[in-house]
């Protein structure tokens, strides 16, 4: 079993930088991605960033150029960078872990509250 938690989230104005990280733990197979997922109230849940295990990465068109994915490896930890939040960034972030093999799974942290104000 996978255990996902996430951390970092709060208030922040406008302009403003947060980090987010969220550690993977538990019976683990080999991780194919980890990434970052928000929702909004009455919102669809979308894609903020995700990291493969090859190195390449993924973002929202909405989030390109201002958030940066990276990963701790040895940690299995990933980090959310958020630099020039705008109040539209504000959501439930919310981390996702795939990985394959015999332990294959798809697991989601709870979700970290990120609120950005102007």
């Known amino acids: 079993q996978v255990r996902v938690v996430e951390s970092g989230g709060g208030l922040v104005q406008a302009g403003g930088s947060l980090r987010l990280s969220c550690l993977a733990s538990g019976t683990i197979g080999s991780i194919n991605s980890m990434g970052w997922y928000r929702q909004a109230p009455g919102k669809e849940r979308e894609l903020v960033a995700i990291l493969m295990s090859g190195g390449s990465t993924d973002y929202g068109d909405s989030v390109k150029g201002r958030f940066l994915i990276s990963r701790n490896h040895v940690k299995n930890t990933v980090y959310l960078q958020m630099n020039s939040l705008k109040p539209e960034d504000t959501a439930v972030y919310l981390c996702?872990?795939?990985?394959?093999?015999?332990?294959?799974?798809?697991?989601w942290g709870q979700g970290t509250q990120v609120t950005v104000s102007s």
């Open positions: 996702n872990v795939r990985a394959t093999g015999f332990y294959s799974s798809d697991s």
